[in-house]
């Protein structure tokens, strides 16, 4: 059976209207030039007959064939009105199916590259399956990203719950600290909603600001980590969101002041910062292990490691409250977690006890309710601190970011769960 080979090359575009002109293959460069058909072109303006001006050739990057890099030659018409009295003199016919506009791939190739780097392939190696340069193809991805992301609104609208939770996005320059952005996460079905350009106050409520109505009226949880800047704009821009301290950073936070009475009584009992064979030093491990998890030889090596180097037992005191602490977690009347948190905070405060402590239960103090409201609520930070993670896997792939915009393309693209299906169907001009 034989097979017209201008049939094979019709059936490789495959647009309608569009026909094949040549095909040539110059070593490793293939092309592929085409034309629309100029069947009743009429001016857009007057509506009369238009012909062909000039018949300028603009060159694309198109999917590879047989794992050979692809360019696909369009023949630009430009156009003009034969009309002496229409005001529009001459314009460049335009097919959002071949290539939009400033785009130097073709539509399906840059949607082919959004998804491919979507799925987490760097934009060097797309580029190079492509045969063009990394600035090609993370243009596309950006214009054909941000599309993407804002035709789906389902991502969008699927949460009745939000987590806010900080990332580092580049490290400074000047000095030693870093520039951090704010990931709004969906924790409800574990997706990133959105990245923003900083931590700050204004920036993140004017996000939610921005939201319609019936969105902000969905949210009945709000997810953070004892942020006052967080909490803030919680209670300005979701009033009605129940706010939820995330119990990793509360047991991570009561961890931090047991490790600083651990250090504490170090200095004071052998006058220098703890060393290999001091027992606190030895013991420091241990303390920050849940007690569940301790088999009975480790819980006797705890012990006599603390009666060596912990006379006063301060050390003991603070590793009590915090598996009280994560007894509080464990319960599930509201009640009577409340009663025990409240026990907590009432024993921290104490004058007897390490001055550690006492601050510790000042935190407790400042935000009872929105720990206790995790009983209520059952919902965390969990899932954004999870999704950080895959923030930090795009970061390393792509050795470190520099510019915003495209952090925030990679990240949502890879961590936000579009539907990607919507791709197929979006139409850049």
């Known amino acids: 059976m034989r097979t017209n080979p201008t049939e094979i090359l019709q059936a490789l575009v495959g647009l309608k209207d569009v026909r094949v002109l040549h095909y040539a293959r110059n070593g490793p460069d293939v092309e592929l030039m085409i034309e ?22 603009v060159s694309y990057i198109d999917l590879p064939v047989f794992g050979t890099p692809m360019h696909l030659g369009w023949k630009k018409h430009r156009m003009k009105c034969v009309n002496d009295s229409c005001a529009r003199k001459s314009w460049v016919l335009e097919d959002h199916r071949i290539a939009a506009k400033s785009c130097l791939l073709t539509t399906r190739a840059a949607k082919w590259a959004t998804r491919q780097v979507g799925y987490g392939r760097t934009v060097d190696e797309v580029a190079v399956e492509l045969g063009c ?6 243009n596309a991805v950006i214009t054909y ?6 035709a789906d609104r ?23 600290a870093k520039d951090f952005a704010t990931t709004i996460a969906d924790v409800a079905n574990k997706s990133i909603i959105e990245v923003l350009s900083s ?3 204004i920036e993140v409520a004017g996000w939610i600001n921005k939201q319609p109505d019936s969105w902000k009226s969905r949210i009945r949880y709000g997810a953070l980590d004892m942020s006052a800047t967080y909490s803030a704009v919680y209670s300005q821009m979701l009033p009605k969101a129940l706010q939820v301290v995330d119990p990793f950073h509360l047991v991570q936070l009561a961890n931090r002041y047991l490790d600083a009475v651990r250090r504490r009584v170090q200095n004071e009992q052998l006058g220098h910062r703890g060393r290999k064979g001091d027992p606190l030093f030895r013991a420091r491990r241990v303390l920050l292990t849940g007690e569940e998890r301790l088999d009975e030889d480790a819980t006797a090596r705890l012990q006599s490691l603390l009666e060596l180097g912990d006379p006063n037992g301060e ?28 026990e907590l905070q009432h024993h921290c405060e104490k004058k007897s006890m390490p001055p550690e402590l006492q601050q510790f239960a000042r935190t407790l103090k400042r935000w009872f309710d929105k720990i206790c409201n995790y009983h209520l609520a059952k919902v965390s930070n969990g899932p954004t601190e999870a999704l950080n993670n895959l923030i ?21 693209l890879y961590a936000g769960h579009p539907n990607w299906r919507v791709l197929g169907s979006i139409v850049v001009r």
């Open 36 to 57: 629309q058909d100029m069947d009743s072109i009429c001016c857009p303006d007057c509506g009369a007959r238009a012909h062909v001006k000039q018949r300028p050739v």
């Open 133 to 138: 340069d990394w600035h090609t193809v993370n």
């Open 145 to 150: 990203g941000n599309a993407l992301l804002d």
């Open 154 to 176: 389902k991502r969008l609208n699927a949460t009745t719950a939000i987590g806010l939770d900080e990332t580092a996005f580049v490290k400074l320059r000047s000095k030693k």
């Open 199 to 201: 931590r700050d106050y």
């Open 315 to 342: 050390v003991a005191i603070a590793y009590r409250v915090k598996e009280r602490l994560r007894d509080f977690y464990a319960i599930d009347d509201i009640d009577q977690a409340r009663s025990v948190l409240e």
């Open 392 to 412: 930090k896997r795009i970061k390393r792939i792509a050795f470190g970011f520099r510019n915003f915009d495209n952090y925030r393309i990679r990240v949502l």
